[in-house]
Nanobody, 126 residues
Framework: EVQLVESGGGLVQAGGSLRLSCAAS????????VGWFRQGPGKEREGVSC????????YYDDSVKGRFTISSDNAKNTVYLLMNTLKPEDTAVYYC???????????????????WGQGTQVTVSS
């Protein structure tokens, strides 16, 4: 059974940092695309960042470029999202999503995910 478990959310002041983790189990971390999505209060879910074995470079939404960094540790089957210089508008529930196989981040971000985590709350106070 494939499972994605997020952790690392919390309450932080504007300008602060958090690191989210997405621990994956139930599949081999060989070919994959893993992304982070978020849904803020009253907003639609949006793709934030993604890393895949298909793409040479990770994907970042314009709103987080230069502030967020995605990375993966294949030995631990874990994908991280380091979030720096956080802003109140980053407040949201952050979800990890994955697709197995040789899939691009563009496909994952546009609805190609097979599995979702339960989400972790990130709250940024002003």
């Amino acid at each position: 059974e494939v499972q994605l478990v997020e952790s690392g959310g919390g309450l932080v002041q504007a300008g602060g940092s958090l690191r989210l983790s997405c621990a994956a189990s139930g599949f081999a971390f060989d070919d994959y695309a893993v992304g982070w999505f978020r849904q803020g209060p009253g907003k639609e879910r949006e793709g934030v960042s993604c890393v895949s074995t298909y793409d040479a470079n990770p994907y970042y939404d314009d709103s987080v470029k230069g502030r967020f960094t995605i990375s993966s540790d294949n030995a631990k089957n874990t994908v991280y999202l380091l979030m720096n210089t956080l802003k109140p508008e980053d407040t949201a529930v952050y979800y990890c999503a994955a697709a197995l196989g040789f899939l691009s981040c563009a496909s994952l971000i546009n609805g190609g995910s097979d599995y979702w985590g339960q989400g972790t709350q990130v709250t940024v106070s002003s």
